[in-house]
């Protein structure tokens, strides 16, 4: 079941379709984490008052990610766990942990497969990575950085780090790069407000012809956001100065990494066969109505070794639409508009915090 | 070293040059007139102040600093002027130093230790933007100014800077008294700060605070009694983000299993109406809020299951917890427990209790409480409503009899 949801072409599953075989698929995680993680078992009984009947996706409970912060989340014995991803914390911030065996590795990158080559095609293109080998330094736990950087990486060939081990831009290695490969067709990854720093603003002595490349990038918009970048300028900057369309923003997160959810040719981003997005209200958590902002629960039909299929994000979002997006694909559209305040709320005992 | 004075004017200022350091000579007595009809002027001033009826912590602030409630708390103190052989003088210069959230709070401290006259400098945080508190900067500033209150120009400074131990050290050693609220981290930054040897500290560590509701009492009366109790509740609660320290964390519930859920439902829906009208933080931040603090308390043993929405969450605790000092992440997420009998809180009362606000007890019960705080802890016990009221009796201290001298005289 989970490898012909894999293996149907990508984004061609109609609500109908899809919604009994995803349910099917949830409610065999959901079964086997509440057998293998006391934790899981306990919030679902909990928090989610122990619900038996589950007749569609937005009944399965859901895990906010901040959990993954403060708990050890996993339904695998120790010796199983092939690798922990962490997410990229700045110091002494808690980072979240997700441990990974090798059958839910192996789903993550074949499911991450699946999307790419929708719209990247099966060849393998030089690859031009706006970040640095020394995300991987750490063989045993690295980043979700690392390990986004290490899916897409079998998409390319002779792959070009444009920053150098400290993490300083190279402009001769991005040169060289786009010297050799000027107007071919060429991959390029990377997070986005570097691909604006690096990409974008870097200057070069001459200008190069990317209309036959592919960008991918994610990460968030919160820094271009301060530098009034949006969607649209990042879009129009990039095609004025190197004839560059076929740009994907992706939307995931670490604690599902595989469930990519892809920008479709409406600039929303679009659910894959194996993955779902459920906006929740916010004062009781029911579901909101296409249309309606909400909290964005992630469900996706990977995650295995840790409780990780259905997940309660801290950004808001909205449903734009089902099964009629302009380019033919099927499935859920929706775009993020914004965050949950992280802000804690301040009391007395609160005056003058230790630096 | 400078420091930026935000009251009696705003401007940068050396700080050994602010007002308070002017002089050793101390003008004002106890509950004198002007400084009475200085507060008196500045609660008419905020009760004017436009929109002020939508800042109820406000209105509570200028209700309590008019002449007629002063007058009465001197009546109340009248023995403190009475006794035979002792004159009551100032204490000196104060060190106050303030919380950054709970935002009138400590105005009332400074009303209290002007009103005994003595001089003040406020450590006002630098992340302290509430508009109530800048209303009040501006009017403070307006009254300053004029010719009959400038004598207080030297009573009331108001100063902001970063985290700085040497300015912090400076006024700990130039004080008479620090009044620290903040907690216990805060405290125990400050301890570090040597004051003089005779300074006094008046300390507001961390505190614990609950409620208790007589599910009986609560089930029988009408439906807009039960709605005023609500909205009472409301106030003490959610008036700062369920972050004061008044501000009840658990409410223990008294009665059978069926008057339990009968009311835990009731209060918790009449909550989540008043909330969705008249709680203004950003709901979704809330809810992740909640939902991460849930999933904590679950994984910690401490609670057993959920009643409510986002806007008023009751976290039920587990019979076997032995926390009495539980703090939720705020916003209106609420331990809550099932007691038999009014004797069951005993068990959890902790050195930390500080207010237990009350609903529907009667005498017996109410004198079972009394009982319970003669210990180590509680130091207040009020009706619904009244958790954020201040007292010059406040953490067991009388701030009247704290913030003066007594001098004996035969």
Not at chain 1, 320 to 328: F, I, K, P, R, V
Not at chain 2, 102 to 115: G, K, R
Request: hydrophobic fraction near 40%; include cysteine; charged fraction near 20%.
């Amino acid at each position: 079941m989970l490898s012909e949801i894999l293996n149907i072409e990508q984004y061609a599953l109609s609500k109908a379709e899809k919604q009994p075989m995803l349910l099917d698929l949830l409610l065999q995680r959901h079964q086997w984490h509440y057998a293998q993680s006391e934790a899981y078992r306990h919030i679902h009984q909990v928090v989610f008052d122990d619900r038996l009947m589950m007749d569609s996706i937005s009944d399965l409970p859901f895990i906010p990610v901040s959990s993954f912060k403060n708990h050890e989340l996993k339904s695998i014995p120790d010796e199983e766990v092939l690798k922990v991803l962490t997410s990229s914390g700045t110091t002494g911030q808690a980072v979240s942990k997700i441990y990974l065996n090798k059958e839910t590795a192996q789903l993550q990158s074949l499911a991450l497969s699946k999307i790419i080559s929708h719209v990247m095609g099966k060849t393998r293109l030089p690859m031009l990575i706006i970040d640095s080998k020394a995300v991987f330094s750490n063989k045993q736990s690295y980043s979700a950085r690392g390990a986004g950087i290490l899916g897409l990486s079998v998409f390319g060939k002779d792959h070009t780090y444009v920053l150098d081990e400290h993490f300083e831009f190279d402009e001769e290695v991005l040169s060289a790069f786009l010297e050799k490969y000027n107007g071919q067709p060429i991959f390029i990854f990377g997070f986005t407000f570097m691909v604006w720093l690096y990409l974008f603003q870097a200057k070069t002595n001459k200008q190069y012809d990317l209309s036959k490349a592919t960008l991918i990038h994610s990460g968030g918009w919160k820094k271009l956001t301060e530098m009034a970048v949006d969607n649209a300028t990042f879009r129009k900057a990039l095609q004025d100065k190197f004839g560059l369309t076929h740009i994907y923003n992706f939307y995931g997160m670490i604690e599902q990494i595989g469930s990519v959810f892809l920008e479709n040719s409406e600039g929303y981003l679009h659910c894959p066969n194996f993955a779902d997005v459920i906006i929740r209200n916010p004062i009781d958590f029911s579901v909101q109505p296409h249309g309606e902002p909400g909290l964005v629960q992630v469900v996706s039909a990977l995650p295995q070794s840790y409780p990780g299929h259905s997940l309660l994000t801290e950004d808001i979002g909205v449903v734009m639409g089902e099964d009629d997006a302009s380019n033919g694909w099927q499935g859920k559209y929706f775009k993020i508009i914004g965050r949950a305040k992280k802000a804690e709320l301040r009391g007395c005992s609160d005056t003058f915090k230790s630096r | 070293m400078n420091v930026q004075l935000l009251s009696p004017e705003n401007k940068t200022i050396e700080l050994q040059c602010i007002p308070v350091f002017n002089g050793n000579e101390y003008m004002v007595r106890a509950f004198d007139e002007r400084t009475i009809h200085f507060f008196d002027t500045l609660a008419k001033k905020i009760l004017a102040h436009p929109g002020i009826n939508r800042l109820p912590e406000m209105v509570a602030l200028a209700f309590w600093i008019r002449k007629a409630n002063l007058n009465s708390i001197k009546e109340e103190n009248n023995y403190l002027f009475k006794q035979t052989h002792v004159q009551l003088s100032p204490l000196g210069k104060i060190f106050h130093v303030c919380p950054a959230n709970v935002d009138t709070m400590f105005v009332y401290s400074l009303a209290v230790s002007v009103l005994m006259g003595n001089k003040n400098v406020l450590r006002i945080s630098e992340r302290m933007d509430a508009p109530q508190i800048q209303i009040v900067f501006q009017l403070l500033n307006e009254l300053l100014v004029q010719p009959e209150f400038e004598l207080f120009q030297s009573y009331i400074n108001l100063i902001s800077y970063g985290h700085n131990d040497s300015i912090s050290s400076y006024l700990s050693q130039k004080s008479n008294a620090r009044i620290i609220w903040g907690g216990d981290a805060t405290i125990n930054t400050f301890r570090d700060f040597k004051p003089a040897p005779r300074t006094r500290d008046i300390i507001f560590a961390d505190r614990v605070s609950a409620a208790v509701i007589d599910c009986n009492y609560f089930n029988g009366i009408n439906e807009s009694d039960k709605d005023f109790f609500a909205k009472k509740f409301f106030n003490d609660a959610y008036t700062f983000d369920q972050k004061g320290c008044s501000s009840p964390q658990t409410v223990y519930f008294i009665g059978d299993k069926i008057a339990f859920d009968n009311c835990l439902y009731q209060l918790a829906g009449r909550l989540s109406e008043i909330s969705k009208g008249k709680y203004e933080t950003d709901i979704s931040s809330l809810a992740s809020l909640k939902l991460n603090q849930m999933v904590d308390d679950t994984l910690a043993d401490i609670i057993t299951e959920k009643v409510g929405d986002n806007y008023s969450t009751f976290a039920l605790l587990d019979k076997d917890n032995i926390d009495k000092n539980l703090h939720s992440c705020g916003g209106g997420y609420f331990y809550a427990k099932q007691l038999l009998n009014i004797g069951e809180l005993k068990e959890m009362i902790s050195v930390k209790m500080q207010t237990i606000t009350y609903c529907g007890l009667n005498e017996n019960q109410l004198e079972a409480l009394k009982e319970m705080a003669q210990g180590e802890g509680i130091d207040r016990i009020v009706p619904i409503g009244e958790a954020l009221n201040f007292h010059y009796i406040w953490d067991g201290y009388n701030l009247l009899e704290s913030l003066s001298r007594k001098v004996f005289i035969k």
